[in-house]
């Protein structure tokens, strides 16, 4: 119950309030809570009620002079307990940025306004891609002082990304999805050059991006006990992680998502490539006393797993002998598969269970995009379905 009192002040009669808040579990001590200053009694009075529904509710806040920084700081030691590394390391980089804006910042004092205002500052800097990191980063901070009541409501919540204007230069010279992967010709041209201009392992690497769509961290991490050759099938169960590129210092992980781990088919020929593959590490195995065998499919001469810079470059060195103009990355070959299985009219969720997307709505929205082909399939068949019509038009 509160205690109203008043107090005479140089100005006058002043009234105030005092209210017991429990014992600090630290310390032992009573803690209280006092505000005068009121120029009525009735309004000490509602004050304090105010206080006292917001304690039996649960719902008071401690006001604090903790700024964002300080915050962000225990939400990552917290964060760091069931996240992956990679995953870490991707929020460190977002939240970086969003310190840069609000670090310095009493987050007592962060207003939804305030905090769409910073979004919209760093939007005209950053991609929306990077800016949806940042947002959903800075949303899990606040997120994490709402838990810990040091703010009621989360000034995160309800913020708009702002969309990417598209300018009439930038659609004259479309740089879409269209540019990020291989058509089928392409893809063959590439690796017909892989098969006899590639290095070591090239052409199985390059294949099996190609053929089964895996994420580049899955497939360095493929160990031989995961693939089965007579039934035609590979397991994706792990991702390689190693952001210093040091063969030796990497990490398998757990798949990207739940979704991420499944069983694929594959096709007769990387049976066969796999086959020629094994042989050929046997006997480097064997040549070699140092062949640190973990048993990775793309290992390298020392048996570690070889890493993602290393494949980049085998990539970028045999594009340069092809007639392909466009940017590939290994991330490519995951876009050419889709494109190709959309091409075969493989239905949306068996690209879905493929790919491994836990939301097939990420499936739709970054793959809905049809090869140049099949757009040139559909206007056929338009033009086809409408001949009749278009005939009595231009009549």
Known sequence: MARIYKKKTKQGTRWGYRIYMGTDPATGKDIRKAKEGFLKEKDAKLAASVVERQLADDEYIQPSKMLFSDVSSDWERY???????????????????????????????????????????????????????????????????????????????????????????????????QDTFMEREELEEFLTVAKHEGLDGDLLTFTMLAYTGLRIGELLALKWSEVDTEKHTLRVIRTYYNPSNNKKNFQLLTPKTESSIRTITIDPVLVGLLHTHKQEQDTIASDNPFYNDQGFIFAGNEGYPKPIKHMAIRLQRLLQKTSIKKHITTHSFRHTHTSLLIEANAHIKEIQDRLGHSDINTTMDIYAHMTQSHKKEASTKFSNLMENLSNTLSD
């Open 79 to 177: 964060y760091a307990q069931d996240a992956k590394e990679s995953s870490q390391r991707a929020r460190g980089i977002a939240l970086k940025r969003i310190l840069s804006e609000l670090g310095d910042k009493p987050i007592q004092r962060i207003s939804k306004k305030h905090y769409q205002d910073t979004i919209d500052t760093l939007a005209e800097k950053f991609s929306y891609n990077y800016m949806d990191s940042i947002h959903s980063t800075a949303h899990m901070v606040f997120a994490y002082a709402v838990e810990t009541k040091l703010i009621k409501e989360n000034p995160a919540s309800g913020a708009k990304l702002p969309k990417k204007k598209v300018t009439v230069e930038e659609l004259e010279n479309e740089s879409s999805i």
